[in-house]
């Protein structure tokens, strides 16, 4: 659902005319009959309450075509596979995204995220196409994309090591001293560490190792082995030296690619779970398995990476990350995320976090392939089956402190901005229930709009807060998106507890809204907590105001239902 308010905001910007919702209803009038003259459906936008909703296909709209395309690419068995789908999705790309739409919101906030998208696959494709040897056939994409985004290093890297592999090394140096001094007149920064490690394998006339590995599988490699950040084949090509072979990255990438978990941008709080993840993770005799649960939103995936990061150096054979959900959130099944798993190396110790488990149907199929290596798991479930039958360790995540919260901002938006209203930061982060993603969202929109306080941001997102806090260009960035996944793969009973939960008085206990066994269910999916003693479940604030606001919309919509008929 797209909100009426954001749809104005698109259209008119901050100043919509008096007459602006129901210009916007006419609008929608004519894009239906729009539709139903080229024989789509004039039912394809719906409304909604609180605003509209339009469903798409791969048959109707290319952005959705395009993101299937990019998952089947990360399932493909092999490179071939995988770089067909991916330069099919690029093919859906003709020039500019909205080029045609006047609207500075969506050219602001949605036109860059599209981009996004879109050069992370062409990055890829290149990653593919230099592993595979074809570097002459990528300098063409690698030349434009490079003047097109300067300050975008990673095409700029894959354009030096494509020159240097094809033994055009001064055209590489050129290349290199070109955008470092770019880089210092027009940022006074110098090139970051990807780009000064090829610019030295380069001067070394060193040989460039392997230089992919599958896009669903990040290495954090440890600061006690720099090969394995390097990479080289020694001199001589006498074999393959020990951060090389199909698992190495190649000395133009950090040991983290783009979109890694070394460090977690913004990061802040939690640091008695730091300390608890990092005991439970580098005791010698403790267990294998540890598992970070909690309710959606609360901040599992960014502890478990901050974590591996800084927990690294104890496991020499590197910490490997795989997800274990779709974009779209929908879970991966147990031979896709199979196909993703590292196979073991002879390198040491080594962790393997599994993120965004959907159940232990899910991860038990993957413990039996997972080695000697310690394994961490991020789950809205608490995996009690997983526990029970492998052992290991449950870390039940609670939602921020105030001063968690207060520096999580603060480090988000800038500590100067955010120090100026102390007592509305406050505010802020009650309103947002202390969760960390909508914590994020708020800071999201506070960077966006450098002229909104943080008391006005504050105001208008206390109005309502679930509808409101919502990103429209990242689904995994909106309250309503993701609270919404976690709550439609409850089973039906669960579902219509969880609703009645939002109508009972926070004094109230919650054995009211339902039987043990199905609020034992529902904290078993995050849903609720374990309660203090005499009240043994409670809710978080923030979910039982979201529960409160999915009740109220459901009956809205039943009641606009049997007006209707």
């Keep these: 659902m797209v909100s009426t308010g954001y749809l104005l905001r698109a259209v008119w910007d901050e100043e919509p005319p008096a007459t602006a919702r129901a210009a916007l209803q006419t609008c929608v009038l004519r894009l239906r009959r729009l539709f139903a003259k080229y024989g789509i459906s004039a039912t394809t936008i719906e409304a909604v309450p609180g605003g509209y909703r339009m469903r798409n296909d791969t048959e109707t709209l290319d952005l959705v075509l395009f993101r299937l395309l990019t998952a089947q690419a990360r399932a493909a068995a092999g490179t071939d596979g995988e770089l067909y789908r991916l330069r099919e999705a690029l093919s859906l790309w003709h020039g500019q995204p909205l080029a045609n739409v006047a609207s500075r919101m969506l050219q602001r906030d949605a036109v860059p995220a599209l981009e996004q998208e879109r050069l992370r696959v062409l990055e890829r494709i290149c990653d593919l196409e230099l592993a595979a040897g074809n570097c002459h056939q990528v300098l063409v994409d690698l030349y434009e994309s490079a003047r097109r985004h300067p300050v975008r290093e990673r095409f700029t890297e894959q354009l030096i090591e494509a020159l240097y592999r094809t033994g055009r090394q001064a055209e590489a140096l050129a290349e290199y001293r070109t955008v470092r001094d770019r880089l210092r007149e027009e940022l006074g920064v110098d090139p970051g560490p990807g780009l000064r490690r090829l610019e030295l394998a380069i001067l070394r006339a060193e040989e460039l190792g392997p230089a992919v590995r599958g896009e669903g599988t990040v290495e954090l490699p440890s600061r006690q082995d720099p090969s394995a950040v390097t990479g080289p084949v020694p001199p001589g090509g006498s074999g393959p030296g020990p951060g090389s072979g199909s698992g190495a990255a190649h000395p133009g990438r950090t040991g983290a690619p783009a979109g890694g978990v070394a460090p977690v941008r913004g990061f802040a709080g939690r640091e008695a779970d730091l300390r608890a993840m990092a005991l439970r993770l580098t005791d010698a005799d403790g267990p294998r398995l540890v598992v970070v649960s909690g309710a959606p939103g609360i901040g599992k995936s960014a502890l478990a990476r901050q974590s591996a990061y800084e927990v690294r150096d104890a496991f020499p054979g590197g910490v490997r990350v795989v997800d274990l959900a779709r974009p779209d ?159 439609s793969v409850l089973p039906p009973p669960l579902r219509e507890t969880f609703l009645r939960v939002g109508s009972l008085d926070p004094a109230e206990g919650l054995c009211a809204a339902g039987s043990e066994t199905v609020l034992e269910q529902l904290v078993e999916a995050g849903m609720l907590e374990d309660g203090p003693p005499g009240q043994p479940y409670r809710i978080h604030a923030f979910l039982r105001v979201y529960a409160r606001w999915l009740a109220r919309d459901g009956e809205d919509a039943a009641a606009k239902a049997s007006l209707t008929r």
Aim: overall charge negative; hydrophobic content about 50%.
């Design 329 to 487: 959130g929908s879970a991966l099944d147990v031979e896709e995320a199979r196909g993703l798993l590292p196979g073991p190396d002879g390198g040491g110790r080594r962790l393997l976090l599994l993120d965004n488990a959907a159940g232990a149907g899910q991860v038990l199929p993957l413990l039996s392939a997972t080695g000697d290596a310690s394994v961490l798991v991020t789950s809205r479930r608490g995996l009690a089956a997983v526990v029970a039958t492998h052992g290991g360790a449950v870390h039940r995540l609670d939602v921020l402190g105030p001063g968690e919260a207060h520096r999580l901002l603060a480090g988000l938006v800038g500590a100067e901005r955010i120090g100026a209203e102390e007592a509305a930061v406050r505010e802020l982060a009650a309103v947002c229930g202390h969760f960390p993603l909508a914590l994020r969202i708020a800071a999201g929109r506070l960077l966006t709009r450098p002229g909104l306080s943080v008391a006005d941001c504050a105001a208008w997102l206390a109005e309502d807060p679930p509808a409101r806090l919502a990103l429209a260009e990242d689904p995994k960035m909106s309250v309503p998106e993701v609270f919404g996944q976690a709550v």
